[in-house]
């Protein structure tokens, strides 16, 4: 199977997952802009075109936007840091690695690096849970780091502990945390945008004479409704996607998928027996990146261990 062909595929849908939380964002935008400040002169649809065309300014669109290029900003320069929030999370470097176990970690993500080209080594850090798990974070030497549980050591032999790391720069290849913390932005600027014109417009219904403004106003009534869930579908497939290529990953960088498989079998298998808490800060962050989440439905971050498998079998299509 062509793993590369999975992760190409996989790049597409992305691109439209994206493109659809930008086209919503701007819809939510340009419905603010007509219930707000419309052309009394000119009808719903008429309304929407004047501010996609600038005839009118869009003050409302503009407002969204600026909030969510603020946040991008945040993201890119604080996200990173979110995944190790909450936890007891020691850095290894190949100076302090003080067992075997921590060299061998280091000699595994150096290797890794070498046949990924990324041109520096993400930094290490094991964290202290019994829960077989890991994931990556950033996406430049600035920012890159792969956390690694005692729990997952415990669990896996050498190379099902490679293959888990390859999956992991696989997302810092593929630029994943960055992908899905700007998606969360999105999402969250979205939201909020709909909800506070739509807790306004509760407040004043009724009050506008205009027979666009109040078109508007009841699309944005409703959209408050159906858009967390639209938005949570449209991020959850994202994740979804994202892992699959990077398990493709992992098979390109190991050129061994026989290693993947026995890891997520375990992981799954440990996850089955026992019950993890899962109530620490950085959680809301680290979920989606775990390389283990039970799933799978529209609403999971992760497809099932059996779809899973199957793709690196080369049994499920794309």
């Not at 793993?3 to 439209?16: G, P, Q, V």
């Amino acid at each position: 199977m062509d793993f590369r062909d999975i992760i190409r595929k996989n790049n597409i849908r992305t691109r439209l997952v994206v493109i659809s939380y930008i086209f919503i964002m701007l819809i939510v935008g340009l419905l603010a802009d007509t219930a707000t400040h419309p052309d009394e002169r000119i009808g719903f649809f008429e309304n929407l075109l004047a501010f996609v065309t600038f005839q009118q300014l869009p003050v409302a669109t503009l407002i969204i936007l600026g909030l969510t290029f603020l946040g991008l900003i945040y993201i890119h320069y604080r996200g990173h840091k979110m995944m190790l929030a909450g936890m007891d999370a020691k850095e290894i470097t190949a100076e302090n690695a003080s067992t075997p176990e921590e060299r061998q970690l280091c000699n595994i993500l150096e290797e890794l690096s070498l046949s990924a080209t990324l041109r520096y080594v993400p930094r290490l850090y094991i964290l202290e849970s019994d829960e077989p798990n890991a994931f990556a974070a950033g996406w430049t030497s600035k920012n890159a780091l792969v956390g690694v549980t005692r729990g997952l050591l415990e669990t896996l032999n050498r190379q099902e502990v490679q293959a888990v790391m390859a999956h992991e720069i696989g997302h810092i290849i593929h630029g994943d945390s960055k992908l899905t913390l700007y998606v969360g932005i999105l999402a969250n600027v979205i939201l909020t945008i709909t909800n506070i014109f739509s807790q306004l417009f509760i407040r004043t219904a009724g009050r506008s004479r205009n027979s666009a403004s109040n078109k508007a106003q009841i699309i944005l009534l409703v959209l408050n409704f159906v858009l967390p869930w639209i938005t949570q579908i449209l991020y959850f497939y994202l994740s979804r996607t994202r892992e699959y290529m990077a398990d493709a990953a992992a098979v390109d960088l190991t050129t061994d998928n026989q290693a993947m498989i026995s890891a997520l079998r375990k992981i799954s298998g440990k996850h089955e027996k026992t019950e993890y808490d899962h109530s620490s800060t950085g959680d809301a962050y680290r979920s989606a990146a775990y390389i283990f989440n039970k799933g799978d439905s529209v609403f999971s971050t992760h497809p099932s261990i059996e779809n899973r498998i199957a793709a690196l079998e080369g049994r499920k299509k794309f």
